[in-house]
């Protein structure tokens, strides 16, 4: 591939931005579904029959199927090509939620929830790698990846606001049927307006080894915090479950770095840019997940928010959101390093979190939880859009797919490890607080006594959180070393090119 500079740019699309609308369609059914049903469970559970020790299967069940098979997912999309894998992904997912939607039983629920997590994991590294390989310009990249990584952000809390909607006042099962519309319109998009660059597929032989070993090691990782949950950290099963997860992966990295055509090409992965935008995502989306729970709890069950108004309570998050990916990120990241946007961001939404400490029982929503909110949408909009750019730039288009797919990956396995991990922590400082507390329990009253204990394990749980998002900005103002991205440079041959970064971010080019 010949090195393209800023005097001689590739020649754009000239339908990307209409691409990239349908492309934020597709991305925000993906992201929004992760949440949307969380507030429907109740009803669904109720109505299906589902016993509560298998409730939390229609939560897990997606999020083991689209975390373990994302590198896969990514690896078919470069494979097959990315229009055919997004258009594959859409209709399955589509299908899939018109079944869950249908269900009748138990059984039909937890297939459906799986198989759109099969879909959702081919389709979300396609959208990416849409994006990665139609957009080369770097300001127009920059605003692209504002749009789609102000999407991504919000996307859970607008799942909460819609989950809340059709379950109060249509159905549950709707929460699963409102994907269809949108996989329609997304399919039509995809058909008529998007293409693909031609000589970005990576026609190379599939690597089953890779396949096998990653899937099964994620399926492990994910399936461990999740037992963690409900069994305890010392159950067998729980560390089994760890132990194999370090086995199966440590055993992918050898595979990869032997094969001819590596399911996960370790340039890919390597390469501190990038390696820091994955890690750094990963461990500020624990974060992230953690609150979304914890809020929801504090405002229906401690506040006695409707399902409606606790997913509007939400807003104020998701307008930080766009606001920091489309007008803070967007606009400064063809000026200044990544690092110093993301860092920032990642300590701002920090504070935020920080905030949500200081809640009480009879905390007031607009004077302790709105601020909190807004920082933490804003932090983590202005961090989310450069690192979502950074995580697919510099790479060649025939790894664009699997790139994308890390991206997703990280996000996900954090996701999971966020809601098990920090749920466990929940659990247990409440379990203590009552315990010592148990002389208040008359005082407070039966209802004031179960609020305060639940309220400290949020709290306490919550400041795990903010380390979280510590640790993730000092990732990235430690290992993300990019410059500020101002031109349109193809990264020419992979690594080399990357390591010339330090002026200016590499883009793709075809």
């Known amino acids: 591939m010949s090195e393209i500079t800023s005097q001689s740019p590739p020649k754009a699309d000239p339908r990307r931005w209409k691409a990239l609308a349908f ?4 991305q925000l059914m993906v992201v929004l579904d992760a949440t949307i049903v969380n507030i429907a469970l109740p009803t669904a559970q109720q109505d299906l ?6 409730r939390q299967w229609v939560i897990t069940a997606y999020a083991l199927a689209f975390g373990s098979l994302l590198l896969f997912g990514g690896r078919i999309a470069d494979l097959w090509g990315r229009k055919k894998a997004f258009i594959t992904g859409l209709v399955g997912f589509a299908a899939a939620s018109a079944v869950g939607g249908a269900a009748t039983n138990e059984a039909m629920m937890l297939t459906a929830r799986a198989a759109q997590g099969v879909f959702g994991a081919l389709l979300a590294p396609a959208a990416l790698s849409l994006l990665a390989v139609m957009f080369t310009d770097g300001k127009e990249r920059a605003k692209a990846f504002g749009i789609y990584g102000a999407i991504a952000g919000a996307g859970g809390g607008i799942g909460l606001i819609l989950g809340g909607l059709l379950t109060e006042y249509m159905d549950w099962r709707w929460t699963f049927f409102v994907n269809i519309p949108f996989a329609i319109v997304a399919v039509l998009g995809a058909v008529f307006v998007i293409s693909e660059p031609k000589g970005a597929r990576n026609r190379a032989g599939l690597d089953i080894p890779g396949v096998l070993l990653a899937t099964t090691g994620l399926v492990a990782l994910v399936y461990g915090f999740t037992r963690a949950e409900s069994n305890g950290w010392s159950d067998t099963v729980t ?9 199966l992966l440590a055993a992918f990295v050898a595979v990869e770095s032997r094969v001819s055509h590596p399911l996960l090409p370790l340039r890919v992965l390597l390469n501190r840019n990038r390696g820091g935008a994955y890690l750094s995502l990963g461990i500020a989306v624990i974060a992230m997940f953690g609150t979304f729970l914890f809020l929801t709890y504090f405002l229906q069950v401690v506040q006695g928010f409707s399902p409606v ?18 007008q803070i990120g967007a606009r400064l990241m063809t000026r200044v390093p990544p690092r110093l946007l993301m860092a920032p961001g990642f300590l701002v939404a920090a504070v935020g979190m920080g905030l949500l400490t200081q809640i009480e029982p009879g905390t007031s929503y607009a004077a302790h939880v709105l601020p909190s909110l807004l920082l933490l949408g804003l932090g983590m909009g202005t961090a989310f859009m450069p690192a979502m750019s950074i995580s697919t730039i510099g790479v060649e288009p025939r790894d664009a797919g699997v790139a994308s797919a890390m991206v997703n990956t990280s996000q996900q396995v954090g996701g999971a490890i966020g809601t098990a991990l920090l749920n466990t922590i929940a659990a247990s400082a409440t379990t203590s607080w009552v315990a010592s507390h148990a002389a208040e329990a008359r005082t407070l009253g039966r209802e004031g006594f179960i609020n305060a204990g639940a309220v400290h394990g949020y709290t306490t749980a919550i400041w795990w959180a903010v380390g979280a998002l510590v640790i993730a900005a000092l990732i990235a103002a430690g290992l993300i070393n990019a410059k500020g991205q101002s031109g349109t440079v193809a ?14 971010v590499p883009v793709l080019a075809h």
Do not use: R, Y
């Open 23 to 26: 492309i934020a369609v597709a």
């Open 309 to 326: 108004k606790t997913g509007l309570a939400f807003l104020p998050m998701i307008a930080g959101m766009i606001v920091g990916s489309t």
């Open 239 to 247: 560390i089994g479950m760890f132990i194999a997860s370090v086995v």
């Open 491 to 504: 990264g020419g041959s992979g690594d080399s090119a990357e390591e010339g970064a330090e002026d200016q």
């Open 49 to 54: 029959g589902i016993s509560d020790a298998n």
